[in-house]
């Protein structure tokens, strides 16, 4: 494995983490409201999400991962513009919604 293969891998990794830390913590909150409202429904809705957003996360950083895609994924990363809200990515369509 190059150097350059491995320096992207890291960096999505890292990224890939961090994003999935953003995403338990929308669950943490979810699970504190339920908590102190006893919502099933709008906890079953978050976990839902957080399924479908850590799915398109991986999706976004794995799915074609070998060689020279890992390295774009890493530069698309490394790019200024705004990151993906992945939780927003995971809202379910209307039709899904009970």
């Not at 913590?25 to 006893?38: F, K, P, Q, S």
């Not at 530069?75 to 939780?87: E, G, Q, R, V």
Request: hydrophobic share 35%.
């Amino acid at each position: 494995m190059s150097s350059t293969h491995r320096n992207a891998q890291e960096r999505v990794a890292a990224y890939y983490e961090s994003c999935l830390r953003e995403l338990i913590g929308h669950v943490g909150i979810a699970l504190d409201r339920y908590r102190t409202d006893g919502d099933a429904e709008q906890m079953n809705t978050a976990l839902y999400q957080y399924h479908r957003a850590a799915r398109e996360l991986w999706k976004f950083c794995w799915a074609d991962g070998g060689g020279s895609q890992l390295e774009f994924v890493a530069s698309l990363i490394d790019d200024s513009a705004p990151p993906p809200d992945w939780w927003q990515r995971g809202t379910p369509r209307r039709s899904e919604r009970h």
